[in-house]
C-alpha cells in the first residue's frame, strides 16, 4: 500500500487495519521528519494527526521515502521519518528516488529485513555553577549528544569546548550575579530527557533567570560567529551587543528556533543563541552526518566567544544593585 497525502492516509484509516501489509509513505507525508509522540516543546497537530492514523492503519512495517529536511533532521539524507521510541510500527527509510522505484511494485510480495531494539539507558546533566542559589542568574548551556554516526564536533562538542573555557575563565569569579552552565543531555534524542529534567527542577524559578546563553554549532572555519536575540529588553540587549562588538569576528546574525535557547524561551526568559553565521550550510551539508569532524572548528574562535561571554557576565554583574 502506498499514501502520499494525508487525504490518502485518511481513507486507509477508514478500512480495516493493514496488518499484513508494508505501508510506503512518500510525497507530502514525507516532507519532513514527525515530532516524536511525547515531544513536549514542539508537537505540531498535523504530525501527531499523521502518526495516528499510521497507528490506526496498523500497518506491519511502514516505509519511508523522506526529502531533505535539514530544519528536522539536519543533512543526513535519506532521514528516518519517524524516530521515536514510543511508536511501535517497525519503520525503516530510502531516498525520493528509491521510493519511486518501489512504488511501482505495489500490491507485489515485499520482503523487508530490520533489525532494531529498545535499549533502557540512563545518562545525565550536569550543573555548575557559583553565586547563591537564590540568586539571579545567568544559564549558560550546550547539548553535549550527537546523533549516531557522526562525530559530532560542530554539533555539538564545539559548544561544549566553548562552556569548559568559560568556566576556566571563571573561575576565580566572585560576583553578586549567579552563573550556572548547564551541560544538556538528550537534546539530539527522542525524548529531550535532559531538557525535561531541568524544566521540571525549575518549575515556579525561571523567573530568577536574567538570561539564557546557548552554544550549538559554533567555531565553525567559515564565516563569523553569530549571535541572535529573544525577548531581551532594550538594556539588556545594549549591554549584549556592545560585549560582543568588542571581540572582532562576532556578529548578530539572524534568529533559529532549533535548539536548547527555545526551552527558556518558552519560559519567558531573556535568550541569546550563539552559532555560525553559516548555520544553515551547517543544517544543510555537514550536521548529523560523518562529515561533522574537528578540522571543521576553529578553536580561536571558540576562544573569542568564550571571551565575549566572560565579558558580559561581568558587565551585567556590575549593573546589579
Known amino acids: 500500500m502506498i499514501a502520499s497525502g494525508l487525504d490518502e492516509l485518511e481513507a486507509l484509516a477508514l478500512q480495516p487495519p493493514l496488518t499484513s501489509s ?3 509513505v512518500r510525497g507530502e507525508l514525507a516532507k519532513e521528519q514527525l515530532m ?3 515531544f513536549p516543546f514542539y508537537n505540531p497537530e498535523e504530525h501527531q494527526h499523521i502518526l495516528r492514523l499510521l497507528e490506526t492503519i496498523q500497518p506491519q512495517a511502514i516505509i519511508a521515502a523522506s526529502r531533505r529536511s535539514p530544519e528536522t533532521a539536519g543533512a543526513l539524507y535519506p532521514s528516518p521519518l519517524i524516530e521515536d521510541g ?3 510500527i517497525p519503520s525503516v527509510y ?5 521510493g519511486l522505484r518501489l512504488a ?10 530490520s533489525q532494531a531494539w529498545r535499549i533502557p539507558s540512563s545518562g545525565c546533566i550536569v550543573l555548575a555553577s557559583k553565586g547563591q542559589p537564590r540568586q539571579p542568574r545567568i544559564v549558560v548551556c550546550a547539548h553535549l549528544d550527537a546523533k549516531i554516526g557522526t562525530p559530532g564536533a560542530l554539533d555539538n562538542a564545539s559548544g561544549v569546548t566553548g562552556l569548559l573555557l568559560l568556566a576556566e575563565l571563571l573561575q576565580d569569579y566572585t560576583g553578586r550575579l549567579g552563573v550556572e552552565i548547564f551541560v544538556v543531555n538528550g537534546e539530539d534524542n527522542y525524548a529531550a530527557a535532559g531538557e525535561k529534567l531541568y524544566v521540571d527542577l ?3 524559578k525561571f523567573d530568577r533567570i ?13 564565516g563569523d560567529t553569530a549571535y541572535s536575540l529573544y525577548d531581551c529588553p532594550p538594556q539588556l540587549t545594549a549591554t549584549i551587543q556592545q560585549a560582543f562588538a568588542a571581540q572582532p569576528g562576532i556578529v548578530e546574525g539572524q534568529p533559529w528556533y532549533q535548539s536548547d535557547h527555545m526551552v527558556f524561551v518558552q519560559n519567558y526568559v531573556p535568550a541569546i543563541a550563539i552559532t555560525s553565521q553559516m548555520i544553515q550550510e551547517i543544517l544543510a551539508g555537514i550536521a548529523h552526518t560523518r562529515q561533522d569532524t574537528p578540522d571543521l572548528v576553529d578553536p580561536d574562535r571558540l576562544v573569542k566567544i568564550a571571551q565575549s561571554l566572560c565579558r558580559l557576565v561581568k558587565d551585567l554583574d556590575a549593573q546589579q544593585t
Open 86 to 88: 514510543d511508536f511501535n
Open 202 to 204: 525549575n518549575q515556579g
Open 210 to 222: 536574567l538570561l539564557n546563553i546557548n552554544l550549538d554549532a559554533a567555531g565553525y572555519i567559515h
Open 22 to 24: 508494508v505501508l510506503l
Open 94 to 98: 530510502l531516498t525520493e528516488e528509491q
Open 104 to 113: 511501482d511494485q505495489v500490491g507485489k510480495m515485499v520482503l523487508l529485513s
Open 36 to 38: 516524536p509522540k511525547m
